[in-house]
């Protein structure tokens, strides 16, 4: 027991976007925001790589197989309308935009 380790994936949040010091009237509750400039940060690695090189054994990563790295500019001018973002305003014409989960776009998905 307590041997096993769950890493979320997790991608850029708000912390990442804001400036130093924070505009802090903007929220309705200030924003969490963690120092982590006396960390030893590996910038693009993988998190596996980084908590082996630490010492940890990894034994399972759940879900990094459904994890696609698509090309932002795929996505450049559409307003995500879902969670699982494959629905989208183009913001210059206004009209709908259906892509799949690699950023190809497709015909709207029937029902």
Known sequence: EGTNVIVPLVTDSLEW????????????????????????????????????????????????????DNDPALYEGLIPQNEEWTEFIDEKS?????????????EKPSA
């Open 17 to 68: 976007t804001l400036s130093s010091p924070p505009p802090l009237h903007q929220f309705e509750e200030p924003p969490l925001i963690v120092e982590v400039e006396h960390l030893d940060c590996k910038p693009g690695a993988e998190v596996e790589d980084v908590l082996e090189s630490q010492g940890e054994n990894i034994t399972d990563i759940i879900g990094k197989e459904a994890w696609v």
């Open 94 to 106: 206004g009209e709908w935009v259906y892509m799949d989960e690699y950023g190809q776009r497709v």
